[in-house]
């Protein structure tokens, strides 16, 4: 076996102390990344949910009649905070998604009214709501279908 000159071993001893230092490196990227996107939330509906939600409406409000549909909304839920930072001469806000809120706009044919309804999904336990859960939230069914079918 080869004897290994000094040289050689100071450059195995750099090689290793920059992959540590690398590995270091990309798992506090790689912790603050996750850290910032877990913040965010999940807001996304997939196609089962939304077939959830019309299903769900044809049923309670449409007696199995199928909904017109003429908007679905998804927006996030949202929840804004501050804290003082030791550093600065002001707050620091942050906002964090907290889930969302589904609208869905539609009349039955067999209805003289426009149903605005409204569904949540929290990300994480929130009040009555549980994580993940699609619930039903609202509803209001104070608009005329044929202003709406007349200006359409």
């Not at 992959?19 to 089962?48: E, H, M, P, Q, W």
């Not at 409204?118 to 336990?125: A, C, E, I, L």
Request: glycine share 8%; hydrophobic share 30%.
């Amino acid at each position: 076996m080869a004897k290994l000159t000094k040289k050689k071993k100071e450059k195995i001893a750099n090689t290793i102390l920059y992959c540590v230092i690398g590995a270091i490196v990309l798992g506090i990227i790689g912790f603050g990344l996750y850290i910032k996107l877990s913040g965010r939330g999940n807001t996304d509906i997939s196609d089962n949910e939304w077939n959830y939600m019309i299903n769900y409406i044809n049923e309670e409000f449409g007696n199995g009649e199928e909904i017109h549909i003429i908007s679905k909304d998804v927006d996030e839920i949202t929840k804004t905070d501050s804290y003082k930072n030791p550093n600065k001469d002001y707050p620091t806000t942050y906002t964090k998604t907290l889930g969302a809120r589904v609208s869905i706009v539609g009349y039955f044919d067999s209805q003289d009214k426009i149903y605005s309804i409204g569904f949540v999904r929290y990300n994480s336990d929130h009040g009555i709501y549980k994580a993940g859960e699609l619930t039903f939230s609202a509803v209001a069914s104070n608009y005329s279908k044929d202003e709406y079918l007349k200006n359409k």
